[in-house]
């Protein structure tokens, strides 16, 4: 069993390791850079490394300084928690070339899903539907516009290696498509190293359904239902709910078989997300993270599970603690991400922490690193907290999220609790009738 888990990430999802670990009677080393000497999974781990100056470059996603902080420390397993270093497989073979567990998938299928093109031709092969489009990578403009004429426009052009809604971009018109070709093209040899892209048909009204998945060592494999983030700004998550709105038991169950059954079939590890477009009744894939996602609390709620948990039980060699038979969903659950950002223009708002108070009660959890004093740096993402409440039916999980977002008091900084609350009061929102355009529409984006 891992004795000493260091967790290679910060914030909130760093103390959600942390406490998982805590409960297991495992100890918890936590990486630093200096901008984050003060932060709150610094004081809560067993012990703390400082890896680097505030740049991420030079601490978050140093490898070498990650990999020294674990030979220090004597850790025989890294959590790399999400983002940052979770899906880099040169960093999963270098963890397990130094013989330490890797908490995680292995390095191989973080590799093939982390190509687009080649995730989508692997699920493809498992079994999984696709959104039409090009076999591979398209660079020439006639082969995008006979990919174009064979799927009908509009069309999306997508960087291979992308993600978080870079290297992206749509043609409604065959003369919008080469201009479309080259800008995302460009932006993601910027942003990504390679400017591979290839072409999907545009959906027009689609909504964003995720499937979790688990799977050990011993071909145990199961899926945790679906979760909807259709609530989105520029390809951004904003707020996740499950489960789904527009889905029935029958379509639930479908996809999740579907899922379950490919993932399987790849002899695949740990946590996992396999992303879908949904609409019309028909599920696109999208792509596949090989990490915890940050609204895993809310397939949690409603599953009464700990995915932080079963991924450490799962890299200690163990079986899955439960079979697909037995796992149970009750009621819905929603997550608010909450920023350090202000509510309408999006700015970021980095700042010391007055007042502090966090809502609860029944059916209300918060995941944060926040703490009254504390100095939010500017140098790492806006999320600062996420409030996830639960109820025994849509109504009551709205109605309880309303009254935890009125108690929520984080002062000193502009956040993104008055977005929230105004998405509570939106009839299309409380209906369930949206969809991945929806929330940018509504900010006349």
Known sequence: MIEKVLIANRGEIAVRVMRACREMGIETVAVH????????????ADESVCIGPPAVKDSYLNMSAILSAAAISNADAIHPGYGFLSENADFADMVEEHGITFIGPTADHIRVMGDKITAKATVKAAGIPVVPGSDGAVSDPVEARRVAEEIGLPVIIKAAAGGGGRGMRVATTMEELEEALSVASSEAAAMF???????????GKPRHIEIQILADTHGNVVHLGERDCSLQRR?????????????????????????????QKLGYRSTGTIEFLYEDGGFYFIEMNTRLQVEHPVTEMICGLDLVREMIRVASGSPLSFTQDEVRFSGHAIECRINAEHPETFMPSPGKVGDYYTP???????????YSGYTVPPYYDSLIAKLIVHGANRNECLMRLRRALSEYVIDGMDTSIPLHQRLMSEPDFVNGDYDIHWLERLLGL
């Open 360 to 370: 609860g009660g029944l059916g209300v959890r918060v995941d944060s690193a926040l």
């Open 193 to 203: 190293g390679s400017g591979a892209v290839y072409v999907e048909k545009f959906l």
């Open 33 to 44: 850079s200096t901008a984050d000497a003060n932060a709150m999974h610094v004081r809560l």
């Open 235 to 263: 390809h951004q998550k904003v707020l996740e709910e499950a489960p789904s709105p527009a889905l029935n038991a029958s379509q639930r169950n479908e996809i999740g078989e579907i899922a379950r059954a490919a993932i």
